[in-house]
């Protein structure tokens, strides 16, 4: 998510983050009302209504219409349908962590892990062994074809038991096999 997106997602949760905004919203779901009519119903002065409907005016969450004198205000539906398509989803809430659940844990699980270029220990962890891979998939260039006696070698520079991670990042797809000959599969996504 880049950075105008959040911004205007932080802005609609701070204008969201008010229990009278909110319980406003809830009677404007309903009905269309004055300030008058919302400052009986909430037990609150009519400048402090006012004062909360211009947030959610800002934030395009309520709609006035003026009958003469008086103001009234009804829920944009509209408004909340869209931001409840672009801000909403379980694709946009996963974006607000890219790059540091990526970048960062899988930074402090190699540190965590190796002494300087060695791995300590295999993980049990299913993602911290998938961190792992990654990283032993990293020491192999990709468009370079290895001899399995070349793998063995790279490997054992980390680890001594290199067979076990050669059947890792072949069954992981992180490394590829025919005949003897090893090679780096590209990740999904990436243009390597």
Same mark, same amino acid.
């Not at 911004?7 to 008010?18: E, I, N, S, V």
């Not at 402090?48 to 934030?59: I, P, Y």
């Not at 395009?60 to 008086?70: P, R």
């Not at 962890?125 to 998938?130: F, I, S």
């Given at each position: ?6 911004? !205007? ?13 909110? *319980? ?16 009986? /119903? ?10 909360? /409907? ?13 009958? @003469? ?9 509209? +408004?909340? =349908?869209? #931001? ?10 996963? =974006?607000?962590?890219?790059?540091? &659940?990526?970048? &960062? ?10 002494? @300087?270029?060695? /791995?300590?220990?295999?993980? +049990?962890? +299913? ?23 070349? #793998?063995?070698?790279?490997? *054992? ?8 991670? !050669?059947?890792? /990042? ?23």
């Amino acid at each position: 998510m880049g950075q105008e997106e959040l911004k !205007r997602m932080l802005d609609f949760f701070k204008g969201l983050a008010d229990e009278n905004r909110l *319980k406003m919203l809830g009677l404007l779901a309903n009905q269309e009302y004055s300030v008058d009519e919302l400052a009986t /119903l909430l037990n609150l002065k009519p400048p402090t209504v006012s004062h909360h /409907l211009t947030k959610l005016k800002t934030l395009e969450l309520v709609e006035m219409q003026a009958e @003469g004198n008086t103001h009234f205000y009804r829920l944009n539906t509209s +408004t909340l =349908s869209a #931001v409840n398509k672009l801000l909403l989803t379980q694709e946009r809430m996963a =974006s607000l962590v890219d790059g540091i &659940e990526g970048d &960062e844990w899988e930074k402090r699980v190699i540190r965590d892990l190796f002494d @300087g270029a060695r /791995l300590k220990a295999v993980p +049990t962890n +299913t993602k911290k062994r998938a961190v792992v891979l990654k990283w032993f998939a990293s020491q192999f260039e990709y468009g370079m074809r290895y001899q399995e006696a070349e #793998v063995n070698e790279i490997i *054992k520079r980390h680890h001594p038991d290199w067979a076990f991670w !050669r059947r890792e /990042l072949v069954g992981a797809r992180l490394l590829a096999r025919e005949r003897g000959i090893y090679w780096r599969i590209p990740e999904e996504g990436s243009k390597s």
